[in-house]
């Protein structure tokens, strides 16, 4: 069945770095657009970023824009997430998933920015 297991998450300064991990399996991880999402206490799920198949093409919401890197090895079924500049509104739990119809979420990893 399909799954997803993010790791990478944990408690880091303002300003500073963490990369987030997803093994994915269950379905044919190369042919799906993937995305990290992400979920701040007492708000809505967030899509956070995106990126295509190809592993070139990829998409941000403006608050991460030029500070998140998203990237993905299709042989490994993996997904990830760079986080640079962290800032205390980075605060979540980061899910991965497929972009369309995303479904079966897995545990997270929370990722708390705080001094």
């Known amino acids: 069945q399909v799954q997803f297991v993010e790791s990478g998450g944990g408690l880091v300064q303002p300003g500073g770095s963490l990369r987030l991990l997803c093994a994915a399996s269950?379905?044919?991880?190369?042919?799906?657009?993937m995305s990290w999402f992400r979920q701040a206490p007492g708000k809505e799920r967030e899509h956070v970023a995106a990126?295509?198949?190809?592993?070139?093409?990829?998409a941000y919401i403006e608050s991460v824009k030029g500070r998140f890197t998203i990237s993905r090895d299709n042989n490994k079924k993996m997904l990830y997430l760079q986080m640079t500049g962290l800032t205390r509104e980075d605060t979540a739990v980061y899910y991965c998933?497929?972009?369309?119809?995303?479904?079966?979420w897995g545990q997270g990893t929370q990722v708390t920015v705080s001094s």
């Open positions: 998933n497929r972009k369309n119809n995303p479904d079966s």
């Open positions: 269950g379905f044919d991880f190369g042919l799906e657009i």
């Open positions: 990126i295509r198949t190809n592993g070139v093409t990829t």
